[in-house]
């Protein structure tokens, strides 16, 4: 989504928290010249963070489970 891991490394993310909201600024640069651009800031809120991460885990469980089936039925094609 925002790639915060690596950006954070690098020191182009930032997230801070103001009261009970949470904000994520995340510096831009112009993809033609390399310039640095206004950042962008998101506001995020903490359970729709849980909720997306939920989502995508049961996701990638499902995603893992194709790539069993279709490594089991290369086995089998494999055999015959």
Known sequence: MYHYKEKKQKK??????????????????????????EPVTFRLEKDNVKKRKADFEEEAE???????????????????
């Open 12 to 37: 182009l993310a930032k997230l801070k928290k103001e009261g009970e909201v949470f904000l994520l600024t995340v510096a831009r640069f112009d993809q033609n010249t390399g310039d640095k651009k």
């Open 62 to 80: 499902d995603l893992g489970d194709i790539l069993k089936d279709m490594e089991l039925l290369e086995k089998i094609k494999d055999k015959k």
